[in-house]
């Protein structure tokens, strides 16, 4: 029976996907799933490495246009990297080379993402104090302004400031905050460095902090934490329609 490993490492804001193993009919669903997976946490790039894969039949390489028109929908590009001749060959035989990013380095496809076109982006880092909230509701509130999505403005700056205070308060750490603007959602970043996952409030530790995560939960369209070198992550996207 083939294998197929998948292994997914969260660089934000870029993913990387490794691939060992066989490509067949049977691991295909692996792959999908796993590339969804790394789309959820809307990151501008995944990266697939593809130096350690064999393929069974040719037909299941169709899996990477899928996944690229995928990750287009969610505003993600893809690439592929670690191609050897024999593989590149076989991408060529059915086309998926003309549809899907293809180098031979790691270096070569981050050069050339480089080059490409970023999604509307903002930044700012914070000290670990009392104004940090503040700042980053600053941030928010003039990029929904300038993006043209100040419907999600105030949503966008109470999830900030929950994040934010999360780091302040627990990670006890600079921070620094992102803003991307995608195709339908509104995405807010925090790296700290601390490697202390947020927790969220129950029954049983009501009295612990924890409830600005209850906040974000209800708010955010989706939310979650990636660990880092050195710290962590945690994202939230909102998503962009009037009314919720």
């Not at 700012?124 to 300038?146: Q, S, Y």
């Not at 400031?161 to 750490?173: C, D, G, P």
């Amino acid at each position: 029976m083939t294998t197929l490993a998948c292994i997914l490492e969260r660089e934000f804001p870029i993913c990387h996907l490794r691939l060992r193993g066989t490509l067949s009919l049977a691991t295909v669903p692996q792959l999908r799933a796993t590339g969804l997976k790394a789309f959820a946490d809307q990151p501008d790039l995944v990266l697939i490495d593809v130096s350690g894969l064999e393929v069974e039949d040719d037909v299941t390489l169709t899996a990477f246009p899928a996944l690229v028109h995928q990750g287009s929908a969610d505003n993600v590009s893809v690439m592929l990297y670690g191609v050897r001749p024999a593989l590149a060959v076989q991408l060529d035989r059915i086309v998926v080379a003309r549809q899907v990013p293809t180098f031979e380095t790691r270096e070569q496809a981050l050069a050339a993402h480089a080059r490409w076109p970023a999604p509307t982006r903002a930044q700012i880092d914070l000290a670990p104090d009392r104004d940090a909230t503040a700042l980053a509701r600053d941030l928010v509130d003039r990029c929904c302004e300038r993006w043209g999505v100040r419907h999600v403005a105030d949503d966008a700056a109470l999830v900030v400031t929950e994040l934010v205070a999360n780091a302040v308060q627990h990670a006890r750490t600079g921070s620094t905050v992102v803003v991307t603007l995608r195709e339908r959602y509104l995405h807010v970043a925090v790296r700290d460095r601390s490697s202390r996952r947020p927790r969220r409030i129950t029954a049983d530790n009501e009295l612990e902090s924890g409830r600005g995560l209850l906040i974000v939960d209800g708010v955010a369209t989706s939310w979650g934490v990636i660990d880092t070198v050195g710290g962590k992550v945690v994202w939230a996207t909102l998503r962009l329609r009037r009314g919720r």
